[in-house]
Each structure stands twice: as C-alpha cells, then as structure tokens.
C-alpha cells in the first residue's frame, strides 16, 4: 500500500536585511547639474536624499550584505541556503549571473544561484521562482531573494527624468516553510514587450555593442521616457490593487499594508490617496532612498517589519512595476519575521 505524497509546504518570508551604501547625494547635490532646484525635485518626485555606492563597489557587493542581513534575521546559516536568485538591471558584468558573484562572496556554496531580470519588478518575480522552487523541490528548504541596483553607475548627471530619482542599494528576504494559512498566495505578473523603449540602458548589449559611437552617444546611461512611465504606473497600479482585491473577496481595510515598487514617492502617495488606501497602510520610503529598482519593494518590506508596520498575521499586498514593461501582484500573510538594517544606520530591530 503506497503512502501518499507530503503536501507541498506554504512558503514565506522568514527574514529580511537591507544594505544601503555609506555615500548619499541630496537634492541640493543633484540639481545644479540637472538644470532644476532642491524646491523642484522635492515637490515634483519627493525624493530627499539617495544612496550612492563608492567607486569599488558593485552591485554584488550591495546584494551580499543585504543577503547576509536576511540570512542572519532567518536565524538559519549561510550554507543551509539551496537556492540564491539576484533580481537587477544593473549587473556586475553581462555573464556571469551577478547571483554568482554573490554566492562567492557570502559563501552559500550549496545554493543555486541564478538572476531573474524584470527591472524594478524582479524582485517579486525572483520570489515567485523561488516560492516555486522550493514547493516543487523535495529537498530544497530555503532560498534568498536580493533586489539589488547600482544605477549610480548609469546616470547622466544631467537628466532630470533620471538623475534626480535613480540611486543604490540592496534588500533581500530569506524564503523558506512557514505555518498553514500563511506565507505567498495569489501571485499573478505580467509583461508588455511593447514598451521596452520607455526605460532603458541602450547600449552594452549584442543590439549596441561597446564602443567610441556608444559612448559617444550616451548610450550606457539610462533613458526614461518620464511621462509615458508615469502613465503607466498611473494605470497599472490601481488595476493590480483593484484585481487582487476583487480576485481575493477583499476590500481595502482587510489589507495591513500595502508593500510597492517606489519609483516616485510624490506619484506613489497621489495614487494611494486616488485609490482610498487608509492612511498609514500604503509604506512609502522613496524619500529616504529614491528609486532602488528591484531593490524598492523588498526595501520597503524591511523598512515596515523593522519600523514594526507588520502585524504577526497580518495581510500584505505586494504590486510591483517596471520597465520591460513588466508588472506583478502577491497576497502575503505575514509571520511576524525580523529584520536587520545594514548601512549606513547599524541599527538591528
């Protein structure tokens, strides 16, 4: 008589870390060069100071502290990871994946390291690889997902449509078997190839290889097309609230928090207010950090469970945006995980 299989675990987030580099740049800082004001860039995006990572630093350096800040949060140890997924736009090379640099340099020599690549919604992508993974694979137990970016090293000082939102940093949240009724549920992502143009690095690639015409042209620095991205997320953020919401029998006070890409936090809280999120539930860290990409909504989930935002049992909704286009949705039943703030703070909750 065959016994049957075990139930798939529920999987959830067991800790999380974040890693912002030492340098900062306020608005002061960027706006001369960007031909506006500090006045300007508050009002217009609401971002007050951004990360930068020093000249030696790349992108798997950030992602590593972060990684090792979740791991540490999780209470488990670095070689009990089975699965490491880096989610960025900015890598440290073209190949290798950046997950490979950082697994050498945490030393989680028994994890599969892999990157996932959706711009600012790779994260939530990366994690629903791993979520997978690790309810499809008998022996895996846990995995760490990073949202890592080092745009700094991409920017024209000059563009306004960049330079003043674009900055570094890095969070990342261990994945791993939690209790019945908590943990991931209701994933649901999407991508529009026919908006790729909107946001880009166009050079450096096997379209626009390297050279003294690229360089010349200004094609390793991102492009923005600002206000065909702020149509986008002025359409899709409401719709993945308002369709999870609707898929889930849920209305907007049964949601905790609400845990979202931060591309622009001025944007984010029009929105928020435009949608009736109750005030307080929508996490906005925008201001203290700029746009991380990938590294924004992770960030944000840290940022919350260490400023004690989270409430053991509490329902999250987690919608993400970016470039590709790209976008994504998650329900998450939190299980009170803690959180370690790496960089520049030093400060452990």
Excluded at 59 to 85: E, K, M, P, T
Excluded at 288 to 313: F, K, T
Aim: proline share 6%; glycine share 12%; net charge negative.
């Amino acid at each position: 008589m065959s016994s049957r299989p075990s139930p798939a675990p529920h999987i959830g987030v067991l800790g999380t870390g974040s890693y912002l580099p030492h340098g900062t740049r306020s608005n002061a800082d960027v706006a001369a060069a960007a031909g506006v004001t500090p006045e300007w860039i508050d009002r217009r995006t609401g971002v007050r100071t951004r990360h930068i990572a020093a000249p030696e630093q790349a992108a798997s350096d950030l992602a590593a502290d972060a990684v090792r800040a979740a791991v540490a949060a999780a209470g488990i140890d670095i070689d009990q990871l089975d699965v490491l997924i880096a989610a960025t736009s900015t890598p440290d090379e073209l190949g290798p994946s950046t997950a490979c640099r950082v697994q050498a340099l945490t030393g989680a020599r028994n994890a599969v390291a892999l990157d996932v690549s959706a711009a600012c919604a790779g994260w939530l992508f990366a994690a629903k690889v791993a979520h997978d993974w690790l309810r499809g694979s008998g022996g895996a137990r846990y995995a760490a997902v990073v949202g890592v970016e080092a745009y700094s090293k991409f920017l024209d000082p000059t563009d306004r449509a960049t330079a003043v939102l674009f900055a570094d940093g890095a969070a990342a949240t261990v994945l791993g078997p939690v209790p019945d009724g908590a943990g991931f549920s209701d994933f649901h992502l999407g991508s529009d190839g026919t908006g790729a143009h909107h946001v880009l690095i166009p050079a450096g690639g096997s379209r626009a290889p390297a050279g003294p015409a690229t360089l010349d042209a200004r094609g390793h620095h991102i492009h923005m097309d600002g206000r065909a991205v702020r149509d986008f997320i002025a359409d899709v953020f409401p719709r993945l609230v308002r369709e999870t919401l609707n898929r889930n029998d849920l209305c907007l006070t049964d949601i905790d928090a609400f845990i979202t890409h931060q591309p622009n936090p001025a944007l984010l809280r029009g929105l928020g207010e435009h949608i009736g999120i109750p005030d307080g539930r929508l996490v906005i860290v925008g201001d203290e950090v700029g746009n991380i990409g990938a590294a924004s909504a992770p960030y944000a989930l840290a940022r919350a469970a260490a400023g004690g935002q989270l409430p053991r049992g509490g329902r999250i909704l987690l919608a993400v945006f970016g470039a590709g286009v790209t976008w994504g949705s998650a329900l998450l039943t939190w299980t009170g995980t803690p959180a370690i703030r790496v960089a520049p703070l030093h400060t452990r909750a």
